[in-house]
């Protein structure tokens, strides 16, 4: 009898588990933002969509990504950025990744940096797929403003597989102007800091993927270990989001780690980001 009743409670708690790992997998949270820029003039609220590590693959084809799209097309924001990582292995995918990208429609534009797996299957073929659907690639380089803007993006090439160069890159930023940058990678933290960069955008972290409870994240892929693992930082004058990502790396679950879409509203003004509304969407 007691070894029914322990059959029992294992099959329960096992069925638990997987009903709320397949919760935590399929719901994306949605992420509103607030980001004080400092004493910088930004006259009308200025609103970016951040997403980052798309990791495309048999499990998460570039056609499950439809909804997602509609979805963030809804909230019509001035900008959508894309922090890399944007396949995981199958370098046929590409094509079908970049007509889901295609799908995006901001009301300015759309700019992105790549990450390790990008280069890990090919980068070349990546960033032409990606430019034809309208994708502005900030490989080292710095993004024109736009509409006589005082804000400039720039991005760095993939810190984690060696490619980036934020120094001379940095110095294409107008004097006057705020600047957003955009890496793979939170490594690229301090660099930024010294340099005085006002925000910084990430993703590769995934967040862990799989956190458990009080010990958070099982491994974070950064030199700094689980320190920059998901959410806001601050160090010295800058602040950087690490952005948990809308895919993952085999097997391709979440855990206490939902899957997310950032979106950041950049104002005027001093202090600490803080959220505004947050809820989640099913995939
Ligand atoms: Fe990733």
């Known amino acids: 009898m007691i070894i029914i009743i322990i059959a029992v409670i294992i099959t329960l708690i096992i069925i638990g588990l997987v009903v709320f790992v397949y919760h935590e997998t399929n719901w994306i949270e949605v992420n509103h933002y607030v980001v004080p820029m400092g004493d910088v003039e930004i006259k009308k609220p200025i609103e970016i969509v951040h997403i980052s590590d798309l990791h495309m693959s048999p499990w998460s084809l570039p056609s499950t990504f439809r909804k997602t799209a509609d979805f963030i097309n809804s909230l019509q924001p001035n900008y959508i950025v894309m922090t890399g990582d944007f396949v995981t292995h199958f370098k046929e995918l590409i094509p079908g990744c970049a007509k889901a990208i295609s799908w995006l429609k901001p009301k300015v534009s759309m700019l992105g940096v790549l990450g390790n797996h990008d280069y890990w299957i090919d980068a070349g073929y990546i960033c032409r797929s990606l430019e034809e659907v309208g994708v502005e690639l900030l490989l080292n380089r710095c ?141």
């Not at 005082?150 to 890159?169: A, E, I, W």
């Not at 993703?203 to 958070?216: A, C, D, I, S």
């Not at 980001?273 to 969407?281: A, D, H, R």
């Open 143 to 283: 993004s024109p403003s736009k509409n006589g803007s005082n804000l400039t993006f720039l991005g760095v090439d993939d810190p984690y597989t060696g490619h980036d160069d934020l120094k001379s890159t940095s110095r294409e930023i107008p004097g006057s102007h705020m600047s957003v940058l955009l890496s793979h990678s939170p490594d690229i933290i301090e660099d930024a800091a010294d340099l005085g960069i006002n925000l910084v955008l990430v993703g590769h972290t995934h967040g862990g993927q799989v956190r458990l409870p009080l010990l958070g994240a099982i491994y974070i892929p950064s030199k700094h270990g689980k320190r920059f693992d998901k959410g806001w930082f601050n160090i010295k004058n800058t602040k950087m989001y690490v952005n948990r990502g809308l895919g993952g790396i085999y097997p391709s679950i979440r855990f206490l780690c939902r899957k997310e879409i950032a979106i950041h509203k950049l104002v005027s003004g001093e202090g600490k980001p803080y959220l505004e509304e947050k809820k989640l969407i099913k995939l």
